[in-house]
């Protein structure tokens, strides 16, 4: 069974940094695609970061361009997504997404690219 699992969610003051993990089992998670999505309330989910299969690679909503960085562990089969600078609206349930690739330097941030989806984990950013 294909699974990705998050961690690392929870409450954060603006400025503040979190960092999310994101392990896959039942599939070796750097021979796909990888991502990050997000989802607010009321809002449609939000594509903010994928890394090639190469590594090579990486991609960033401009919403967290220079705030967050994606990064993975080929022996630990999984991805993070550290968030540094945190702001309230980035508060959303955070998702870790894989796919296909097309290319193995290549990756995007919409829905279409990924069939597989975590459970999510919240994270909130307040005072």
């Known amino acids: 069974q294909f699974r990705l699992e998050e961690s690392g969610g929870g409450l954060v003051q603006p400025g503040g940094s979190l960092r999310l993990s994101c392990a896959a089992s039942?599939?070796?998670?750097?021979?796909?695609?990888t991502g990050w999505f997000r989802q607010a309330p009321g809002k449609e989910p939000e594509g903010i970061s994928c890394m090639s299969t190469s590594g090579a690679v990486t991609q960033y909503a401009d919403s967290v361009k220079g705030r967050f960085t994606i990064s993975r562990d080929n022996a630990k089969n999984t991805v993070y997504l550290q968030m540094n600078s945190v702001k309230p609206e980035d508060t959303a349930v955070y998702s870790c997404?894989?796919?296909?690739?097309?290319?193995?330097?290549?990756?995007?941030?919409?829905?279409?690219?990924?069939?597989?989806w975590g459970q999510g984990t919240q994270v909130t950013v307040s005072s």
């Open positions: 039942g599939f070796t998670l750097h021979h796909q695609t």
């Open positions: 997404v894989a796919g296909e690739p097309a290319d193995p330097d290549q990756c995007g941030i919409d829905v279409l690219d990924f069939d597989l």
